[in-house]
């Protein structure tokens, strides 16, 4: 039910204004619609070419970087569902490139939920393979559909994940841990390319899934969108300076199931409603059945505190509401989607910079919604006093190949942390969780001990970072 007030959307564009001028996001669009595809609130903050002043409109194309997961999994879902691929076999049965040497069968099941084991590995980016291949950056063909690129692709992140040892690389057995891996869903949209009957993951994606739902502006192409007059600019700092590109290859990975979709407001909308109506698009042809749909949703292993990972999905508590949701972070990136089936509400918020905390401006407007205060309720935890031991046990440098660094250190006897190297306030909240203070919401530091109570890594950003020093 739309509970929306005047009082609560001030509050909410105002914050959602704040938190723009705050990361000096060019643009942010926002929509809010029920279980009919219905909008219920609708509006867009700046400008998708902020040199021009060119608004933003439903059309506007945008990346949506690792919202992207949710497509692959939803077409793993309907491949196993027609008995093309089984989610219990070894991913190795449709990949042998990736040979899982060096640890207990990785099951397709275990990459759809980030458990495969794995520490984050060097990101394998589209323009290295390019260069590497001795293609031209300048392609005619989209990389998107480019058969040679994507089993170069698969060949190089399968043996980067096969170097991985029980000494250099692994966490712990398959579905021990979580741990977020892009690596993993590059390899399932290998297997969608592979056994999904279509000549790329692209193709596959755009025939079952933007096609049934009528998503006509959207796809994993990289090259169309940057000819596109109604996508937006993608803007990041520079050396402290903001600078705007239409270059949809930069840090973009080799294979497009963790992060190539690039989408509209119009379009996934329609997106969201197909879940919101358990796999129906609006004219009622079936996408995924509704065992399917909740299989997706169904909490598979800790993501973050009071959050799950479920199947190219996260599920979280936000008041009184169930929210599954996902997020992605790019260059010139920043986008959220949720739904919530006690709200019968969706929302989407997409932003053409990168590192904007849109999730922020998400959970806003599924509270504004609900008729909560839609303003962030950051009282959770209090403070908790580590011991001396667990201080001093905390204390070090976690460093993972993916370049995000945590290190935990004593100033004056209290801890204190470093996050990429920006120091800020840090507050432990329970035996082995701190908080890292941000303006607008918190990033957990969760504390991970071995059997003798050594701390071999912590938690940072869905990603287990391993203990360097």
């Not at 909410?12 to 669009?29: D, P, V, Y």
């Not at 008995?83 to 449709?94: F, H, N």
């Not at 294979?255 to 609006?282: E, F, P």
């Not at 509270?367 to 580590?386: A, F, K, T, V």
Request: net charge negative; aromatic share 10%; with cysteine.
């Amino acid at each position: 039910m739309n509970r929306i007030t005047e009082g609560n959307r001030m509050l909410f564009e105002n914050l959602a204004e704040e938190i723009r001028t705050r990361h000096q996001a060019s643009g942010i669009a926002v929509a809010i619609i029920d279980a009919a595809g219905n909008t219920c609130y609708e509006k867009y903050f700046g400008y998708r070419d902020q040199e021009a002043k060119l608004p933003i409109d439903p059309d506007t194309i945008f990346g949506v970087a690792s919202v992207t997961k949710s497509f692959t999994a939803l077409a793993i879902m309907q491949m196993a569902e027609r008995g093309l691929i089984d989610l219990d076999a070894p991913v190795s049965q449709y990949v042998p490139e990736f040979t899982n040497r060096n640890q207990e069968p990785v099951k397709v099941w275990h990459f759809l939920c980030h458990c495969a084991g794995f520490y984050p590995v060097h990101r394998t980016v589209m323009r290295e393979v390019v260069k590497d291949l001795g293609l031209p950056e300048t392609m005619k063909e989209d990389p998107a559909y480019d058969e040679e690129l994507a089993k170069t692709g698969a060949r190089i992140v399968s043996e980067q994940l096969d170097a991985q040892t029980k000494e250099h690389g692994l966490i712990g057995r398959p579905g021990e841990y979580m741990s977020y891996c892009n690596d993993g869903f590059a390899l399932l949209s290998e297997i969608i390319r592979r056994y999904g009957g279509e000549p790329s993951y692209a193709d596959y994606i755009k025939k079952n899934i933007l096609d049934l739902l009528g998503m006509s502006r959207s796809g994993c192409d990289y090259i169309r969108p940057a000819l596109d007059q109604n996508a937006a600019i993608l803007y990041k700092k520079v050396k402290g300076v903001m600078e705007g590109s239409r270059d949809y290859f930069d840090h973009a990975f080799v294979l497009g199931g963790g992060g190539a979709m690039k989408s509209t407001i119009a379009d996934m909308k329609k997106y969201v409603a197909m879940y919101l109506n358990y796999g129906k698009s609006a004219n009622g042809e079936t996408v995924l059945s509704m065992e399917g749909i909740r299989s997706m949703c169904r909490p598979r292993i800790e993501y973050r505190p009071e959050s799950f990972y479920c199947y190219g999905l996260a599920t979280k508590k936000l008041a009184d509401l169930t929210v599954v949701e996902h997020g992605g972070s790019l260059t010139g990136v920043s986008s959220n989607m949720s739904w919530s089936y006690d709200a019968g509400a969706g929302v989407i918020v997409l932003c053409n910079t990168s590192d904007v905390p849109v999730s922020v401006i998400a959970d806003a407007a599924m509270l504004m919604y609900h008729g909560r205060n839609p303003l962030p309720d950051r009282e959770l935890y209090q403070d908790y006093e580590w011991s001396q031991e667990r201080k001093q046990a905390a204390c070090g440098v976690y460093h993972s190949d993916e370049e995000n660094e945590v290190e935990i250190f004593l100033k004056d006897g209290v801890p204190a942390a470093r996050v990429n190297g920006t120091e800020g306030a840090f507050l432990p909240v329970q035996e082995y969780l701190g908080i890292f203070r941000k303006a607008e919401k918190d990033d957990y530091v969760k504390l991970y001990p071995d059997a003798e109570g050594k701390i071999f890594a912590v938690g940072f950003g869905g990603r287990m970072l391993p203990r360097v020093k």
